[in-house]
């Protein structure tokens, strides 16, 4: 950069530094918040950028049908829960059929030891076959 | 009832269970978990029968635990059969088993060493009105002293 060139830069520079000395506060104020939302937007996009990126390369190897958000589905807690949810509860429902099954041959059984005829009655092949002849 | 809890030992029942249960006393420990539990459930119920029930559960225990699993079932199911017939037909039922007591020990055995008779499903059978003699007394039937069954 030459000498004259030198010269220019910092006349500009005084010129600059004189007008943002004279500012009022409210514009300067003003300038100030427009600079901090501008660098925000960088960053924002900045960050979606690198998220989209993300997705791109994972997406590549996902087996889900979802494409890029494939692995946070999968991840998702609120999923688990539900399939946890469900199996409890089929396994639940097993186990009251189980039990109501069980229930149910107790009852029988009370019933048949504390009927006024013998097992022998429900039992007996002989009697079986003497009803049967006796009814021809 | 867990399978822990009814796995429990003769020892670790409650006095009341043991009285109630006392005709199994010597062959508890060796029955299955699931058996176990069953007679429990029994001996819950027990408080609840009436003193005639209680006597006869009593006296029945000990020949229903010494059933096979399969005269179990059967019986159970020739309960449910024996249930769902008409009231009439139940007492009809109790007047023939009353009846069939009456014949001789061999023609119960005669009848007994017959091929089982079964209606088409297999279910049981049950009597129809009984059959008379013509003065009205019941007809009993003895066993043939020779020759092949009849209907055979």
Redesign the interface.
Not at chain 1, 108 to 119: E, M, R, V, Y
Not at chain 1, 121 to 136: H, S, V
């Given at each position: 950069m030459t000498t004259h060139d030198d010269d220019f830069a910092r006349k500009v520079t005084g010129y600059l530094d004189q007008g943002t000395a004279s500012m009022r506060a409210g514009t300067a104020y003003r300038l100030q918040l427009a600079r901090q939302q501008a660098l925000e937007r960088l960053h924002v996009g900045q960050t979606v950028e690198q998220g989209e990126l993300a997705g791109a390369l994972a997406g590549a190897g996902a087996t889900t049908s979802s494409g890029g958000g494939g692995r946070s589905f999968w991840l998702s807690g609120k999923l688990w829960l539900g399939i946890l949810l469900i199996a409890a509860a089929g396994v639940g429902y097993q186990q009251y059929q189980s039990w109501q099954a069980?229930?149910e041959?107790?009852e029988?059984?009370?019933?048949?030891?504390?009927?006024?005829?013998?097992?022998d009655?429900?039992?007996?092949?002989?009697?079986?076959?003497?009803?049967?002849?006796?009814?021809? | 009832m867990s399978a822990p809890a009814a796995a429990q030992p003769w020892s670790r029942l409650s006095p009341q269970e043991q009285r109630i249960l006392s005709p199994l006393q010597h062959d508890w420990d060796r029955l299955e978990p699931q058996r176990r539990e069953k007679w429990r459930g029994l001996a819950q119920r027990y408080p609840r029968m009436s003193p005639p029930e209680q006597e006869r559960l009593q006296q029945q225990m000990r020949p229903w635990a010494e059933l096979t699993p399969d005269q179990r079932r059967a019986a159970r199911e020739q309960y449910r059969s024996f249930q769902n017939l008409p009231p009439e037909k139940r007492e009809e039922f109790r007047r023939r088993w009353e009846e069939y007591q009456r014949l001789p020990p061999e023609a119960r055995r005669e009848y007994a060493n017959r091929p089982p008779l079964r209606d088409g499903g297999g279910r049981m059978y049950y009597p129809g009105p009984p059959p008379r003699n013509p003065d009205g007394s019941p007809r009993v039937y003895y066993p043939a002293p020779s020759g092949p069954p009849p209907g055979r």
């Open positions: 069980a229930r041959v107790v029988t059984d009370a019933q048949i030891l504390t009927s006024d005829l013998p097992i009655a429900y039992l007996d092949r002989g009697f079986q076959n003497w009803l049967k002849q006796d009814d021809r | -």
